[in-house]
């Protein structure tokens, strides 16, 4: 619940005891369904992390107007609810790493000063596509090519923050 609003989420759990855990962040117009947080929530479980993925308000199944709640600083209070609700499960460590995309990317990084104060160290990494060797986009304007691979962030203890 942030701002007396209920969230929606799902908590995507790994066989392992006590997992890392990655909160998700959709983006303006997204949902915990759009297709990264749903790759996300296959891969990073399978890889033994723990991956939570919630609407904001006035998205998807949660509460609130999408024009009267969407701001920056609501949505950023929203994930700062989410993770205090997720861990206050204890069904996760409290290795702690963040995801967004667009939007969501903006209210990760403006959550993280918060989070950090309330929680320790946070894990953050970024993935990149590889550059293409296709002709310039200038040359196809009537195609737009979609990425020809996912790329993968494994997490282990030598590429996560330890806390």
């Known amino acids: 619940m942030a701002d007396q609003r209920i969230l929606k989420g799902e908590l ?21 369904f759009s297709a990264k947080q749903q790759v996300l929530s ?27 709640d969407t701001s920056l600083e609501k ?10 609700y997720v861990l206050g499960l204890n ?6 790493g963040v995801f967004g995309s667009s939007m969501g990317g903006a209210t990760c990084i403006n959550a993280w000063q918060t989070l950090e104060e309330t929680f320790g160290r946070l894990c ?14 200038k ?7 979609k990425p020809d691979r996912i790329c993968r962030y494994r997490f282990s203890k030598k590429t996560c923050c330890s806390i």
């Open 75 to 84: 949505r950023t209070r929203d994930f700062v609810a989410a993770v205090t």
């Open 91 to 96: 069904m996760t460590s409290r290795n702690l």
């Open 139 to 145: 040359i196809f304007p009537h195609k737009v090519r």
């Open 42 to 68: 296959r891969l990073l479980p399978e890889n033994g992390i723990a991956f939570f993925r919630f609407d904001h308000r006035g998205c998807g199944d949660s509460q609130g107007d999408f024009i009267k």
């Open 124 to 137: 953050g990494g970024f993935c990149v596509r590889p550059r293409s060797k296709a002709a310039p986009f």
């Open 12 to 32: 995507c759990l790994p066989d392992t005891p006590y997992p890392p855990l990655v909160v998700g962040s959709h983006g303006l117009e997204g949902s915990r």
